[in-house]
């Protein structure tokens, strides 16, 4: 995307400029030594699975090959993840599902969290001003989880496996344990002073009185009962039985709102997908309550205006944060859950696109004192910390699944006795307008807090089609930046011609409006960032921004490619 790797190999554009600076010419035949390598390969067509854990990808693939489709696999992914990978995800949170189905159907499930019903606009305000500690930690800060109910709705109307299938080889990985990782252990003692806080969360995640360390045995038997109850009761358990009613008992002793009532009334919602195109690809990605893909396809629209390949790196990455910029805007005014709140489909609209193009110079940043007005905003509506995996099969069946808990570790609460850590999905509602949550990120009345309501989400998961066929499967996670990871990959294997891993291996940058800087891996090269800095950016150095996993065809189409973030230690595997 910068300039680093742009113009070494051309994966999906022919037209790319193969031309290469002279210094570059190191790393042109390193390029040329990992593609001789590749063309050694076996060809990998019956399926591929990617995930930020070798554990779940290893699950995934097992489904494949055992006669699963793509959304069995999938399921098994989550489910495993919610196991060796519960700071991020589990039955306890939520998800948005998007699946391309081997007929071409497109069905996009949204499984995210709602608030209780006993919710209110004001609830964390205190004093007149809002508490963001009380939506992001403990009994106030969760939703019902919708993630559990939006699995099992996938498989049996999408897979060909059973639940109890894909969930007991997952409860024998609670089981049986697993050993952390440098990476699980920093996120664990990111948060443990918040987490010892509550008892049951010591008794799993701590050990002698502090947080587990790297090369623990990290065991979870309460939650691989939860698992085989599910898998031999159904989704009773969880959402009509003891589990709602061991929330409802630790939310009465603890000033929280959630009841089995609001567990029972649980409904997944089937929304229609966002359709556009991007130089002559389809894109097919999440509607609201996903910020994500409106904003994406918002963003291609802008971009879609440009020669990007014709743009050094600095203008390249500048241009990016300008239109970044402009999106993030309209985000903090326009959504909100479109079952509360008017979210106008002009957003999408490709002459407002190419309205906010004409905005941007090249040369120094644009003043964004407020948001945009899309086209017909009043009358054209939708009507309708966190882990990405994408899988594909054979049969064309294609899935982009996001799915989180919030933040690490979520309301940093295990439901006692089932080992289930619940969300803080409450924090990405507007607590009060103005007010940033967690990610920075502020909001209007459009996602302010009320019952029932699903809050907000920049969850982003995108099927990408050639001539119809599915092409790309991707999505991240990193809050805010997930939207802005998508879009810097799509740009980079879509406009510079770069391979799924190279494209998820660049530097990443980052631009929500709000606040009015400019975030940057501290892999982006010195000099992009000082010409940024003197073009009027303020830049801000980050170790690491999000986490993205792609599942994509080979430029021939006749096999699949994974690539998984090296940022967390994932993988990518096929057969």
Same mark, same amino acid.
């Given at each position: ?13 022919p ?13 042109a ?6 593609r ?7 060809? &990998?067509? /019956? %399926?591929?699975v *990617?995930?930020?854990?070798?554990v !779940?990808?290893?699950?995934? +693939?097992? #489904? &494949?090959? /055992? %006669?699963?489709? *793509?959304?069995?696999?999938?399921? !098994?992914?989550a489910l495993? +993840?919610? #196991?060796?990978d ?7 949170g ?11 159907e ?47 709705y996938a ?17 024998n ?6 050993v ?10 990111s948060v443990?002073?918040?987490?010892a ?5 010591r008794?799993?995640?701590?050990r ?10 990290l065991?979870?038997?309460?939650l ?8 031999q ?15 409802q008992?630790?939310?009465s ?69 300008e ?9 903090a005014y ?6 509360f709140?008017p ?7 490709k ?5 906010l ?5 090249l ?13 017909d905003?009043?009358?054209r ?10 899988v ?25 006795g ?7 999905q409450m ?24 019952p ?6 920049s969850?982003?998961p ?18 805010p ?9 799509l740009?980079?294997?879509?406009d510079?011609?770069?391979?799924p ?18 975030t ?5 090269p010195h000099?992009i960032?000082?010409?940024l800095?003197?073009?009027?950016h ?5 170790g690491s ?9 080979t ?21």
């Amino acid at each position: 995307m910068y300039g680093l790797t742009s113009n070494i190999t051309t994966w999906l554009i022919p037209s790319v400029n193969r031309s290469l600076r002279s210094n570059l010419s190191l790393l042109a035949g390193l390029a040329l030594f990992l593609r001789i390598e590749a063309s050694a390969a076996p060809l &990998l067509t /019956n %399926g591929m699975v *990617a995930s930020v854990s070798p554990v !779940a990808t290893e699950a995934g +693939l097992a #489904v &494949l090959k /055992n %006669g699963g489709n *793509a959304v069995d696999a999938t399921v !098994a992914v989550a489910l495993t +993840l919610g #196991v060796v990978d519960v700071d991020n995800s589990g039955i306890g949170g939520g998800c948005f599902m998007l699946i391309r189905r081997a007929n071409g159907e497109v069905v996009a499930i949204d499984g995210r969290e709602t608030a209780p019903a006993h919710a209110s606009r004001d609830m964390y305000l205190r004093n007149g001003k809002a508490d963001t500690d009380l939506s992001q930690t403990g009994a106030l800060a969760s939703g019902v989880p919708g993630s559990l109910a939006a699995y099992d709705y996938a498989v049996r109307q999408f897979g060909r496996k059973r639940l109890p299938d894909l969930l007991l080889p997952a409860a024998n990985v609670a089981d049986q344990g697993f050993v952390l990782s440098d990476d699980y252990a920093r996120r664990l003692a990111s948060v443990s002073h918040e987490m010892a806080a509550f008892p049951s969360s010591r008794s799993v995640f701590f050990r002698d009185g502090k947080s587990l360390r790297k090369g623990d045995l990290l065991r979870q038997p309460d939650l691989a009962a939860s698992y085989r109850h599910i898998a031999q009761d159904g989704l009773d358990w969880f959402y009509r039985g003891p589990f709602a009613q061991a929330v409802q008992d630790w939310m009465s002793n603890n000033g929280g709102l959630l009841t089995s009532n609001d567990f029972a009334s649980y409904q997944i919602r089937l929304r229609e997908p966002i359709r556009s195109s991007y130089r002559g690809f389809e894109i097919v990605t999440f509607p609201p309550p996903s910020s994500g893909g409106v904003h994406l396809v918002q963003m291609l629209n802008i971009l879609e205006q440009f020669k990007l390949d014709q743009l050094d790196a600095t203008t390249r990455a500048h241009l990016f944060a300008e239109t970044m910029k402009l999106a993030f805007a309209d985000r903090a005014y326009w959504l909100g859950d479109p079952d509360f709140a008017p979210v106008p489909v002009g957003l999408t609209d490709k002459a407002y696109g190419a309205e906010l193009a004409h905005r941007i110079s090249l040369e120094k940043p644009l003043k964004v004192p407020t948001h945009g007005v899309p086209p017909d905003a009043q009358t054209r509506l939708f009507k309708q910390h966190t882990t990405h995996f994408s899988v594909a099969d054979a049969e064309g069946n294609w899935v982009a699944c996001t799915a989180t808990v919030n933040t690490s570790f979520g309301s940093k609460v295990v439901v006692p006795g089932t080992g289930v850590v619940l969300n803080n999905q409450m924090d990405d509602f507007s607590v009060q307008p103005g007010v940033p949550n967690y990610f920075g990120l502020v909001g209007a009345e459009a996602n302010a807090v009320a019952p029932g309501k699903r809050p907000l989400s920049s969850m982003t998961p995108t099927i990408v089609l050639k001539d119809g066929q599915p092409w790309i499967a991707l999505g991240a996670a990193g809050g805010p930046r997930i939207i802005t990871t998508v879009l810097t990959e799509l740009v980079d294997m879509l406009d510079l011609g770069l391979t799924p891993d190279q494209a998820v291996r660049q530097p990443r940058i980052h631009h929500q409006w709000s606040p009015d800087e400019l975030t940057v891996e501290s892999g982006l090269p010195h000099e992009i960032q000082a010409n940024l800095s003197k073009r009027g950016h303020t830049v801000k150095v980050v170790g690491s921004a999000s986490v993205s996993q792609i599942v994509a065809r080979t430029p021939d189409g006749a096999g699949f490619l994974g690539a998984a973030d090296p940022r967390a230690g994932g993988s990518a595997d096929g057969w």
